[in-house]
């Protein structure tokens, strides 16, 4: 059973910079699209960004497109999320996924199949 771990969360300024890393232990991200989503209180979760396996170009959300970057290392069994120019709407908690979805379906949460438990992002104005 993998477990997804993300660390990097945690208290940002306004227009300042944070990365965030989620590594797949007993398990692997070879073959598998890696994904960030977000969730803040009182909303659903939402899509942020996601990369194939294949080494396509990664999709990301129309709020975060041109400030987020998504990477992963393959060697590591990790996958990257670097937030720059953060906004207070950022704030929320980061969750890093896994899944096997089709293009079409690759900005939703229920292609999914493994989660991680969420790091916190809070961006202060």
């Known amino acids: 059973q993998v477990q997804l771990i993300e660390s990097g969360g945690g208290l940002v300024q306004t227009g300042g910079s944070l990365r965030l890393a989620c590594e797949a232990s007993g398990g692997t991200f070879r073959s598998y699209t890696a994904a960030w989503f977000r969730q803040s209180p009182g909303k659903g979760r939402e899509f942020v960004a996601a990369g194939k396996w294949a080494n396509s170009n990664p999709y990301y959300a129309q709020s975060v497109e041109g400030r987020f970057t998504f990477s992963r290392d393959n060697a590591k069994n990790t996958v990257y999320l670097q937030m720059n120019r953060v906004k207070p709407e950022d704030t929320a908690v980061y969750y890093c996924?896994?899944?096997?979805?089709?293009?079409?379906?690759?900005?939703?949460?229920?292609?999914?199949?493994?989660w991680g438990q969420g790091t916190q992002v809070t961006v202060s104005s």
């Open positions: 996924a896994r899944g096997t979805p089709i293009t079409s379906t690759i900005r939703s949460h229920s292609a999914y199949a493994s």
